[in-house]
């Protein structure tokens, strides 16, 4: 992947970041961190979850660059079993914390402010994920490849678990990654996601 030195300005403002669209806090209004944080529309939720829908009941999910944690909190709504949220902004940390608040899942989720490249490598000892989102600034390309990486190690994502990507459509990321193998793409105007399937380590 290149970077790119210009990428689409995120258009929504404070205060905006959708409903939750559906399990056990279906309706929930949730709050944006910002102006300068690109949330889920509702459309780009309804396509991933339509996709992710049958592997959520008991998952461990993990939300890397959270933002305001929409994806996190629908997948824990609709069943997922816990979900992890990693975002190093401030401001970004109390808002996922006030939406899961708002959406009473705080019980079954863990929110950390940290760097994910940083928190990644310490975090994969623990245990493999289910299901893992990422999110970054559409201008760091880069770090998105970084963070791929990690993810395609061994024990970072359990065998036939999921890694979707949010990226802007021009900055495909790679087919393959370590472990990932992309299955499939789907756009959304500026905005493009990627799924991969983990699989089994060779021996």
């Known amino acids: 992947m290149t970077a790119r030195r210009e990428v689409p300005a995120a258009r929504k403002g404070p205060g905006e970041a959708g409903r939750v669209i559906a399990g056990s806090a279906r309706g929930i209004r949730l709050l944006a961190p910002g102006p300068g944080t690109r949330p889920f529309a509702d459309r780009v939720k309804q396509t991933l979850f339509a996709v992710l829908e049958p592997e959520l009941p008991g998952a461990r999910v993990l939300d890397l660059f959270a933002g305001s944690g929409a994806a996190g909190i629908e997948a824990l709504s609709r069943g997922a079993a816990a979900a992890t949220f990693v975002e190093r902004d401030a401001t970004a940390v109390r808002t996922v914390s006030e939406n899961l608040r708002r959406a009473g899942l705080s019980d079954r989720a863990l929110v950390v402010r940290a760097d994910v490249e940083r928190w990644l490598p310490a ?18 390309t880069a770090v998105l490849g970084r ?15 999921r890694v979707v990507v949010k990226h802007f459509w021009r900055d495909v ?3 393959r990654v370590g472990l990932l193998a992309s299955e499939r793409e789907r756009r959304f105007g500026e905005s493009a996601l990627t799924f991969y399937r983990s699989g089994e380590e060779e021996r």
């Not at 975090?123 to 760091?140: I, S, T």
């Not at 990690?150 to 970072?156: F, Q, V, Y």
């Open 173 to 175: 990321p790679p087919a």
């Open 123 to 140: 975090a994969q000892d623990d245990a493999a994920w289910d299901l893992v989102v990422v999110d970054p600034p559409y201008a760091e």
């Open 147 to 161: 963070v791929l990486e990690l993810l395609g190690r061994p024990g970072a994502v359990k065998p036939g678990g």
